[in-house]
């Protein structure tokens, strides 16, 4: 079982920057991938960006340039600067992480509201 801790979310005006954390515990494996997910309000949860544990990224096409995922495997936590934040970044922001093919876990999710 693998517990995902998100910190970071809040308030922030348009133009501004953010910075998301998760941090992972429990039974973690070398294979795994982490990611941040959201949801915007009446709308699917959507991928915004992974890596995996070798620093492999794949970023949503509309988040390239504005956002970058991170992570410190010797903290087993990922991060997500967000930078350039538009009305329309305001969601719940998901951390994931997945191993072992099948394993796929979520963590309980950090507003982000973009507004003046």
């Known amino acids: 079982q693998v517990q995902l801790v998100e910190s970071g979310g809040g308030l922030v005006q348009p133009g501004g920057s953010l910075t998301l954390s998760c941090a992972a515990s429990?039974?973690?494996?070398?294979?795994?991938?982490m990611g941040w997910y959201r949801r915007a309000p009446g709308k699917e949860r959507e991928l915004v960006a992974d890596?995996?544990?070798?620093?492999?990224?794949n970023y949503q096409d509309s988040e390239k340039g504005r956002f970058t995922i991170s992570r410190d495997n010797a903290k087993n936590t990922v991060y997500l600067q967000m930078n350039s934040l538009k009305p329309e970044d305001t969601a719940v922001y998901y951390c994931?992480?997945?191993?072992?093919?099948?394993?796929?876990?979520w963590g309980q999710g950090t507003q982000v509201t973009v507004s003046s």
């Open positions: 890596i995996t544990i070798s620093g492999r990224t």
């Open positions: 429990g039974r973690i494996f070398s294979d795994n991938v």
């Open positions: 994931n992480l997945q191993q072992r093919l099948s394993e796929n876990y």
